[in-house]
Each structure stands twice: as structure tokens, then as C-alpha cells.
């Protein structure tokens, strides 16, 4: 059973850089099996997808965000992680990491969703 | 930038058919996935590739396409399903994602 755990400072001041990271357990990585994602939910809002990340290290951007924002992995430690900078108090939300379609899938002009969520953590911007 | 629409708000008797909509342009072609949040809770994914039901989700959960317009249907709307759904498509030719508005379901 694949679960996922976010983690990371729950107060940022404004200007500074968001860093979370998402430990994945009950599965792995690098095998390449699946795209992992970042999502976030401002207090009493929808949800807004940040990104994904694949084990090679290939990534993809919310273009509204794609200027501020950077997803890393770190296989070894079955980890992925977001960098949000220039952070202000709209950047406020709770950020959940996901497991992510399956990459074959994508390959073959499908997409299965988002099917294992974090629990989320809440972040927030303010000095 | 692609959007996606959906109803803010629908409601529903107990045991009766809910229907959510969510539009968006050729949303055919993007393989609408539905989720289900309750209050304080992470999402939970309902729907994929448009109606089919991942493991451990209820029958009464199902998915249709026409066109434009994605549609979520819970059939014999049970109290627990109360909660918000958001749709969210997957754009093949860039690999972007995206969600709707959400829809807040009241059972009631």
C-alpha cells in the first residue's frame, strides 16, 4: 500500500522560498512506474495542480506558476520535493503530494488520475 | 490558459440521482477524472479516463463524456457522498493538468 507523507516548515515570511518534500513509502520511485505530482488548496478554495516530477528528474509546470516553482527528486531517499519562491500570503494553502497517472499510460494517450494523495500540509505565508 | 467550469453548488435528496457537470473546450479529448473531497480531508479519486471506477469505489459512482461536457452521476445519493467534487482533465499534447471550480454536493 503506497502512502504518502508531506513534510516542511509550516511558516514562511513573504519573499522567502516555500520548500516542502513528499516521502513516498509502500512503493518506489525510481521505478519509474509513475509521475508525482504537487498540488495546493487555499483556506477555503479549489485545488490548483503546481506540478509533476517523473524519477528521471523531467518535470512539468502550472504555467501561471512555472516561474517561481521547482520539483526535484531525490531517488535515494524515495523523496520528491517543490521550491515555491517569492512566496506571499496568496501562496497560502495546503499543499498535498500525489502519485500520478502511470507513465506507460501517457504513452499510449491515457491518463489515470491522481490515485494516492498525501495528507496535506498547511503552509503559511506571513511575517 | 484552459478552464474548466463546473456549478458551484448542487444538491440533492437522499436516494435520489445527483449529476455534476464540468465543461471545458474538447474535454472529450482530455480524459476528465473526478474527485471527492469531505471537509478536511485529502482528495480521493472517483473517476478516471471519463467512467471508469478505481478499486473500492462504489457502483454508484459513474462517469460520462458528451463533447464538451464531462458528467459526474452518483445514483441513490447516500448522506456520506456529501462533499465537494472537482473534475480535472489531462492535456495529452503538453502533459498539463488541471482542475475545475469544484461543486459543493448537499445532501439534504
Known amino acids: 500500500q503506497v502512502q504518502l507523507q508531506e513534510s516542511g516548515p509550516g511558516l514562511v515570511k513573504p519573499s522567502q522560498t516555500l520548500s516542502l518534500t513528499c516521502t513516498v513509502s509502500?512503493?518506489?520511485?525510481?521505478?519509474?512506474?509513475?509521475?508525482w505530482s504537487w498540488i495546493r488548496q487555499p483556506p477555503g478554495k479549489g485545488l490548483e495542480w503546481i506540478g509533476y516530477i517523473y524519477y528521471s528528474g523531467s518535470t512539468y509546470y502550472n504555467p501561471s506558476l512555472k516561474s517561481r516553482v521547482t520539483i526535484s527528486v531525490d531517488t535515494s531517499k524515495n523523496q520528491f520535493s517543490l521550491k515555491l519562491s517569492s512566496v506571499t500570503a496568496a501562496d497560502t494553502a495546503v499543499y498535498y503530494c500525489?502519485?500520478?497517472?502511470?507513465?506507460?499510460?501517457?504513452?499510449?494517450?491515457?491518463?489515470?488520475?491522481?490515485?494516492?494523495w498525501g495528507q496535506g500540509t498547511t503552509v503559511t505565508v506571513s511575517s | 490558459s484552459y478552464e474548466l467550469t463546473q456549478p458551484p453548488s448542487v444538491s440533492v435528496s437522499p436516494g435520489q440521482t445527483a449529476s455534476i457537470t464540468c465543461s471545458g473546450d474538447?474535454?472529450?479529448?482530455?480524459?476528465a477524472c473526478w474527485y471527492q473531497q469531505k471537509p478536511g480531508q485529502s482528495p480521493v479519486l472517483v473517476i478516471y479516463q471519463h467512467s471508469k471506477r478505481p478499486s473500492g469505489i462504489p457502483e454508484r459512482f459513474s462517469g460520462s463524456n458528451s463533447g464538451n461536457t464531462a458528467t459526474l452521476t452518483i445514483s441513490g445519493t447516500q448522506t456520506m457522498d456529501e462533499a465537494d467534487y472537482y473534475c480535472q482533465a489531462w492535456d495529452s499534447s503538453t502533459g498539463r493538468r488541471v482542475f475545475g471550480g469544484g461543486t459543493k454536493l448537499t445532501v439534504l
Open positions: 509502500g512503493g518506489s520511485i525510481s521505478s519509474g512506474e509513475y509521475y
Open positions: 474538447k474535454l472529450g479529448d482530455k480524459h
Open positions: 500525489a502519485r500520478d497517472s502511470p507513465w506507460i499510460a501517457a504513452r499510449l494517450g491515457f491518463y489515470y488520475g491522481m490515485d494516492v
